[in-house]
């Protein structure tokens, strides 16, 4: 199929943009590169650089096109709490261009990059997608309000959707291929990689007082790799069947923030010094998915999200820093 990857460049969508090429697709790449990277780019995908709010740009770009992957947004939590308007553009408003150009340009098929942002403070574990959404931050709110949205396309244009919702994204590419490295990381894994290359003294550690296994935050790690994989399926799967559907994408194992600063330590063999500091406001103790309906629907499954692999695929990309 010919593939549009909106957000291609970025750090989710450079993986997407591989496996697609991977499983002989072609690809499109559109990106305006405002956090995307040219060396993220791959030789073998076309690309049109592009701003998601450029609707003839847009249209343009989804000539030929069978089905769009679409990634481009902002994802900072706590940044969109501060400045919301650069959420409702780029995100809400970006995504409506988006979709108002597949209705124009004949384009049936999105998969969507949601999140696990969408439920806000779980009720219950493993969260499923029958799970109340109360997104508890601003950014949480803009991927649930584009679901809903696709929603009414689907009924009202007959744009199908997969909404995948992921939980916490890291690592690199498993092969390698991919070594563009994300400017500012907040992300707990990034954070660890620059500690353990010199690029900052200590991993502020958000509260040891959870009720976890050690007292530090809980979540659901997903490998990059196993989340373009899941793309891949979705494409395939709205390809198919004449169908949308809203999956979480996670590896339904929780790790603890000491357990992966452990397991870092192992590999980089680097002291990665931590420190203790309060806890973040609105981070919950435990975050974990169930992937039932992934498994159900694309027959999809975790198989780099190990611990070992997660960090390994992560410092490979991260040596570089110190060549
Ligand atoms: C993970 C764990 C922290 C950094 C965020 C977004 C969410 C989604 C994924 C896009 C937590 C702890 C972290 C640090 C730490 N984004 N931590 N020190 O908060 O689970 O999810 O990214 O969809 O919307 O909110 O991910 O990587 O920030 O934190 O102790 O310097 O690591 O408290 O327990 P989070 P994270």
Redesign the pocket.
């Given at each position: 199929m010919n593939v549009l990857v909106v957000g291609g460049a970025g750090y989710i969508g450079s993986h997407v943009v591989r496996a697609l090429l991977d499983a002989s697709h072609t690809v499109r790449v559109y990106d305006n590169l405002s956090s995307g990277l040219r060396r993220n780019l791959q030789p073998e995908a076309e690309f049109v650089h592009g701003d998601i709010g450029d609707a003839l740009a847009l249209r343009s770009a989804m000539r030929g096109i069978d089905a769009i992957v679409h990634l481009a947004a902002f994802?900072a939590?706590g940044e969109s709490m501060i400045a919301p308007e650069k959420y409702s553009i780029n995100n809400i408003s970006g995504t409506i261009n988006l979709l108002n150009a597949a209705a124009d340009m004949d384009v049936h098929r999105i998969v969507f990059s949601s999140?696990?942002?969408v439920y806000g403070e779980p009720e219950y574990l493993p969260v499923d997608e029958t799970h109340p959404t109360n997104p508890t931050?601003y950014?949480?709110f803009t991927?649930l309000e584009i679901e809903r949205i696709m929603a009414w396309y689907d009924s009202l244009r007959g744009i199908r959707f997969a909404a995948l919702r992921?939980f916490?994204?890291a690592g690199y590419d498993t092969q390698r291929r991919i070594t563009g490295l994300e400017q500012n990381p907040?992300?707990?894994?990034p954070?660890i990689m620059e500690v353990a290359v010199g690029r900052r003294p200590a991993?502020?550690?958000?509260?040891d007082d959870y009720e976890t296994v050690d007292g530090?935050?809980?979540?659901d790690y997903i490998h990059v790799t196993d989340l373009a994989d899941g793309h891949v399926r979705a494409v395939d799967k709205l390809a198919e069947e004449d169908r949308s559907f809203t999956v979480n994408l996670g590896s339904e194992t929780g790790l603890s923030?000491l357990q992966i600063v452990e397991a870092a330590r192992n590999v980089t063999g680097r002291p990665i010094a931590t420190e203790i500091v309060a806890?973040?406001p609105g981070?919950p103790a435990r975050?974990t998915a169930s992937a039932t309906q992934a498994r159900e629907t694309l027959g999809w499954t975790a198989r780099y999200s190990d611990v070992e692999s997660l960090v390994r695929t992560s410092w490979f990309a991260y040596q570089q820093l110190l060549a």
């Open positions: 994802k939590a999140s696990a942002a931050n950014y949480g991927k992921y916490n994204a907040a992300n707990l894994l954070v991993l502020k550690v958000f509260g530090t935050g809980v979540r923030v806890r973040r981070d975050l």
